[in-house]
């Protein structure tokens, strides 16, 4: 786990980190520019509770708050090629397993803070005044980054043009809902010519039948938990078409006659013997196990898109009554009474259920990275109110994580000129 280091260790990484610096803000197109971004990064890095610009100024000796905070609330350096460029590095690096939807909750006072409003908020398990951002990490078991960030703007933002103005909310940009925007972030990612090799989010994104549906557009496979009560067919059910009354009107449309059970009916009407014991991966206190298993079925609800088969089916508004299939990975432990946990799954009908279960259970490191990210890099440490500076304060987090990932996985002889290390710094993805 990242945690707060020392100055001797800061110190001693130095070279490395001016290089990674060089690379990474190559965009930045000042050079004093850079040399704040490092400073910054190096008081991130560093150990103290509070990674408020202020606290960060008064540790380092080259800190100056004023230069610290014109450079992240007023500079107009463009956080976007940053966080392309640590991308690039980051996912050959990582070789990720998956892609990670999830949000993160900052509590906040005052109600002048960029996007922060009475909502739910995970950081306090309740509702409250604060700050939510969406995020898409790449993720293997054995490390993760964030590759993308959205703020949530709430919809009382929308219209809001006093509090808009005085925080800087580009005019281009309103309420989205949280499910859009990790789309949009996946379009940007795509644009940049990266794709996951599997899409994971917990219940809040996956019960969401439009992004389901979206994600199977954008040819993206995805292991998506749900919860308990979403609907879905058993596989062999079939929509069945009324007896026509009379020769005019139209040909009455296939339909499931019986209503669609939820997950956890369908989990309960399984034999004992549809569990099968799986391993996914080594914990710190031994081998993660559970029972588990896949069945495929066909979700319902109407927010489920309805396929078209054929031009003219589309012509007459006539298709006939099949729901899409998928898996539904079903999760129910040993000693539990009841299944605690579902998925469902566009993978293909032949994956092995050894596949879906490793997806399912990646999501775990990002919990992993939002407990470095915040605790040990100060996230959630900013003080400034403005738009601009909350995308540069948490790129410049994501830089300062990516840096200590990479001294983490890379061979610890390797020095900053060394060839592994130079290879490294001008690793792209093809």
Known sequence: ??????????????????????????????????????????????????????????????????????????????????????????????????????????????????????????????????????????????????????????????????????TGVPAEVTHREKWRLALDMLDTLAAWGKTPPAVVADAAYGTNARLRAALTERGLAYVLSVRADVTAHPFDAQPVAPNRNGSVGCWPQPRYRAPAPSAATLAAGLAQDAFTTLTWREGSRGELRSRFAAVRVRPAGKAVERPVRTAASAEQGWWDGVLPDCWLLIEWPEDAEAPTDYWLSNLPAEAPITDLVRLAKVRWRIEHDYRELKHGLGLDHFEGRSWPGWHHHVTLVTAAQAFLTGQRLAPKAAGPDSPSTRSSMSSRTS
């Open 1 to 166: 786990m990242v945690e707060g280091v020392d100055a001797h260790e800061v110190n001693r990484v130095r070279a490395k980190l001016a290089l990674f610096v060089a690379d990474v803000f190559a965009s930045v197109p000042r050079k004093d520019q850079r040399a704040k971004g490092d400073c910054y990064l190096r008081g991130l890095m560093l150990d103290g509770r509070r990674k408020s610009i202020q606290a960060m100024a008064a540790r380092l000796p080259d800190g100056n708050e004023q230069n610290l905070q014109q450079f992240v609330n007023q500079s107009t350096w463009d956080p976007a090629p940053v966080q392309r460029r640590i991308c690039e590095r980051m996912l050959p690096l990582i070789a990720p397993t998956a892609w990670v939807i999830d949000d993160v909750s900052v509590p906040k006072d005052g109600r002048m803070s960029v996007a922060v409003a009475p909502q739910y908020c995970g950081a306090l398990g309740k509702r409250a005044n604060c700050q939510v951002a969406v995020s898409v990490h790449a993720a293997s078991d054995t490390a993760s980054c964030p590759l993308q960030w959205r703020l949530f703007l709430p919809k009382e933002w929308a219209s809001d043009s006093d509090r808009r103005a005085k």
